[in-house]
């Protein structure tokens, strides 16, 4: 009976997406517009607007494939890890910065650390390892407008700094970020566009991640 009520009634199975709301598309062009006005307004260059995000990444989390004979029509299967970090990743349009790695860990003194003087990450600690308010006020303040700042008197450029990011509940209000620098401000992406425009949600997440897993696979393999 239900499969004779959803054919006449036209439903049908569809994916879920997971972050794109309906009108997101309408919404994505809305804020395009919004947001190069204000790009030429302000004269930004590529050089001068960066986008940051976070991401979950299940560092021992092993491939889903496996290489097998033609004998064979199964793989053993195995205990999934769940051992995850948060990573924050922060670039400029234009690709020439890339601002060290954000990594949030559940451990402080990790073995692997011993007799480590310097990482080439910055690298806190939190239970839940999700990145939190405090974390990123203290990253934007101490971080990002220290290490933007450095390269832009190195290379003799002026003017101000935009960074874009989607909105969410560990991302302080952009009231708070936009007054510890009158050279830099934030400005958030509506909630229901974020998966449509994030530019680290197109590709260059997942090419972490790939690398992530390829690294511990040659490690350990």
């Given at each position: 009976?239900?499969?004779?009520?959803?054919?006449?009634?036209?439903?049908?199975?569809?994916?879920?997406?997971?972050?794109?709301?309906p009108?997101?598309?309408?919404?994505?062009?809305?804020?395009?517009?919004?947001f190069?006005?204000?790009?030429?307004?302000?004269?930004?260059s590529?050089d001068?607007v960066?986008?940051?995000?976070?991401?979950?990444?299940n560092w021992?989390a092993?491939p889903?494939?496996?290489l097998?004979?033609?004998?064979?029509f199964?793989?053993p299967g195995?205990?999934v890890?769940?051992?995850?970090?948060?990573?924050?990743?922060?670039a400029?349009?234009?690709g020439?910065?890339t601002l060290?790695?954000?990594?949030?860990?559940?451990?402080?003194?990790?073995?692997?650390?011993?007799?480590?003087?310097c990482?080439?990450t910055?690298?806190?600690?939190?239970?839940?390892?999700?990145?939190?308010?405090?974390?990123?006020?203290?990253?934007?303040?101490?971080?990002?407008?220290?290490?933007?700042?450095?390269?832009?008197?190195?290379?003799?450029k002026?003017?101000?700094?935009?960074?874009?990011?989607?909105?969410?509940?560990?991302?302080?209000?952009?009231?708070?970020?936009?007054?510890?620098?009158?050279?830099?401000?934030?400005?958030?992406f509506?909630?229901?566009?974020?998966?449509?425009m994030q530019?680290?949600d197109h590709?260059?997440?997942?090419?972490?991640?790939?690398?992530?897993?390829n690294?511990?696979?040659?490690?350990?393999?």
């Amino acid at each position: 009976m239900l499969k004779n009520f959803k054919s006449h009634h036209g439903i049908r199975k569809l994916q879920i997406e997971g972050e794109s709301l309906p009108g997101g598309k309408n919404s994505a062009h809305k804020f395009k517009v919004t947001f190069l006005q204000h790009v030429e307004e302000e004269g930004y260059s590529r050089d001068d607007v960066y986008n940051v995000d976070e991401t979950g990444v299940n560092w021992k989390a092993l491939p889903r494939k496996s290489l097998a004979s033609k004998r064979e029509f199964t793989a053993p299967g195995f205990k999934v890890s769940k051992k995850r970090v948060t990573a924050m990743l922060c670039a400029n349009a234009s690709g020439t910065h890339t601002l060290p790695l954000l990594v949030i860990g559940k451990s402080k003194k990790l073995r692997c650390f011993k007799n480590v003087s310097c990482l080439p990450t910055l690298y806190k600690v939190q239970k839940s390892v999700w990145m939190n308010s405090a974390f990123f006020s203290e990253w934007y303040s101490k971080d990002f407008i220290p290490n933007v700042k450095k390269l832009r008197e190195r290379e003799g450029k002026t003017g101000k700094v935009l960074l874009i990011l989607d909105y969410a509940p560990c991302h302080p209000p952009v009231e708070i970020l936009n007054v510890i620098d009158d050279d830099f401000s934030v400005m958030y992406f509506p909630p229901n566009i974020t998966a449509l425009m994030q530019p680290m949600d197109h590709c260059v997440i997942e090419k972490l991640k790939r690398i992530i897993g390829n690294k511990y696979c040659e490690d350990y393999f």
